[in-house]
């Protein structure tokens, strides 16, 4: 011990070795929260901070920010599951219209290729002329059926502002993705090919693998 050393008082020496101690496992008490909380930041990061510019890996087009939907516009719940929408006039999804028919099929099957979390998802299909539906098409593409829930479009007092969130981004035509929380936050085109069957499932599921946050199942 040097001769500076017998000079400080044995209850401050005391003192620091505490102080040290402290200070280590404060240091290992944030580095374990940062463990914990990366795969949160990297998921939330990944959907609503990174632009989808350049080599992204979602196929779907991100809503910045994500656009919350009015739960009076309609009779169904969009709180606590992953929901799939889409908004079609009654009278072009009809039997020999392939192209409407088609994205009703394709919404199906990517649930459907989704396995054991296929229920975390539900379908939704906004009747936008407010029309009756084809009696084949609404067979075919029920809630028992396909896990569809056909719904129409808000009524005339609260039409201008569906459809300002259905267009945000210019992007009304597509497959619209909300989330548990009941917000829009990505958009799929509305392509019916099976390249796009196989992007759009891969987006659903690195989604669902890396948020649960607010879900009902």
């Known amino acids: 011990m040097s001769d500076q050393d017998l000079l400080i008082p044995a209850s401050q020496v005391d003192q620091q070795a505490v102080d040290a101690r402290t200070r280590r496992g404060r240091i290992q008490m944030i580095l374990l929260l940062l ?4 795969p949160v930041i990297a998921s939330y990061l990944a959907y609503y901070v990174f632009k989808p510019e350049g080599g992204k890996t979602n196929y779907g087009t991100l809503i910045q920010p994500p656009q919350a939907i009015n739960p009076i516009w309609f009779d169904a719940s969009f709180k606590g599951k992953w929901t799939l929408l889409i908004a079609r006039p009654a009278n072009e999804c009809r039997k020999g219209n392939d192209a409407c028919v088609e994205l009703l099929y394709l919404m199906r099957q ?20 407010r029309l009756p539906v084809d009696p084949e098409i609404n067979r075919a593409y029920d809630e028992e059926t396909a896990g569809f ?5 808000p009524d005339s007092k609260n039409n201008d502002a569906w459809l300002a969130w259905l267009n945000q981004q210019n992007l009304g035509g597509g497959i619209q993705l909300i989330d548990p929380s009941g917000e829009k936050m990505m958009v799929f085109p509305d392509k019916a090919e099976s390249n796009d069957f196989v992007r759009m499932r891969k987006d659903l599921e690195r989604l669902l693998k890396l948020n649960r946050k607010g879900e009902k199942i």
């Open 110 to 129: 990517v649930r459907l290729a989704l396995g054991k979390q296929k229920n975390r998802v539900q379908l939704i299909w906004v009747v936008s002329d």
């Open 35 to 38: 463990a914990c909380a990366t």
């Open 149 to 153: 829930l056909i719904i129409p479009a």
